[in-house]
């Protein structure tokens, strides 16, 4: 069973940066983050597909978050930079069990709170 730990999430302000962590327990076909503000619909952040190599961004975030990974440590990182706050959403890490699924895997959530 995969678990997923999520930490880095905080209070900055508008221009700070932050370094979210996800670490997986267990055998993963992909990782991604998703975030959900108040009364906003769930949105993709970043994406990593760890046969590929490939990673994703939402346009609202390109050029300012960066996603990567720890092959030994099974953790995938994203640093966010120039944070807006628009930005501030509890942020998910989330991963897919298999090479046929969507994202399955759910962290419980952490919250950026980006201050003007």
């Known amino acids: 069973q995969v678990q997923l730990v999520e930490s880095g999430g905080g209070l900055v302000q508008a221009g700070g940066s932050l370094r979210l962590s996800c670490a997986a327990s267990g055998r993963t076909y992909g990782m991604g983050w998703f975030r959900q503000a108040p009364g906003r619909e769930r949105e993709v952040v970043a994406g990593?597909?760890?046969?590929?190599?490939?990673?994703q961004y939402g346009d609202s975030v390109k050029g300012r978050f960066t996603i990567g990974r720890d092959n030994a440590k099974n953790t995938m990182y994203m640093q966010m930079n120039s944070l807006k706050p628009e930005d501030t959403a509890v942020y998910y890490c989330?991963?897919?069990?298999?090479?046929?699924?969507?994202?399955?895997?759910w962290g419980q959530g952490t919250q950026v709170t980006v201050s003007s």
């Open positions: 990593f597909t760890w046969s590929t190599g490939s990673t």
């Open positions: 989330a991963a897919r069990t298999s090479v046929l699924s969507q994202y399955n895997i």
